[in-house]
């Protein structure tokens, strides 16, 4: 396959992942929804921190002895081996925890019992 930049790379990323969540958001606003949308700077940051993890994970998760296939589709599926589902698995647990009214701190204690 063909070498490319990590300028291109991350600008594709970034594009794709904006173009994901933007959908996801629209898919909520036409099923009625009024609360928990997102604002731009959220979109932003989570654009940002999903194209980021994406591309971290992908790298970090080939081995060296077998060959390094990149797909962006693969990269930012929700679902499977993926930094998305992996940072999908942290917001509910964090979510979870703020509903129970525990503080990562007091989970992290838990944690080492």
Avoid at 7 to 29: S, T, W
Avoid at 39 to 57: L, N
Avoid at 90 to 103: F, Q
């Amino acid at each position: 396959g063909d070498t490319i930049k990590l300028k291109n790379l991350l600008d594709e990323g970034l594009e794709r992942a904006e173009k994901k969540i933007r959908a996801k958001e629209e898919e909520k606003k036409s099923k009625g929804a009024t609360t928990g949308l997102l604002s731009e700077e959220e979109i932003i940051a989570c654009r940002d921190a999903v194209t980021y993890g994406c591309i971290k994970f992908a790298d970090l998760s080939c081995t060296r002895t077998n060959d390094y296939v990149f797909s962006f589709d693969k990269m930012l599926d929700d679902k499977g081996k993926t930094a998305v589902y992996l940072l999908y698995a942290l917001t509910r647990i964090r979510s979870i925890a703020r509903t129970a009214g525990r503080s990562r701190e007091s989970l992290l204690e838990h944690a080492k019992q």
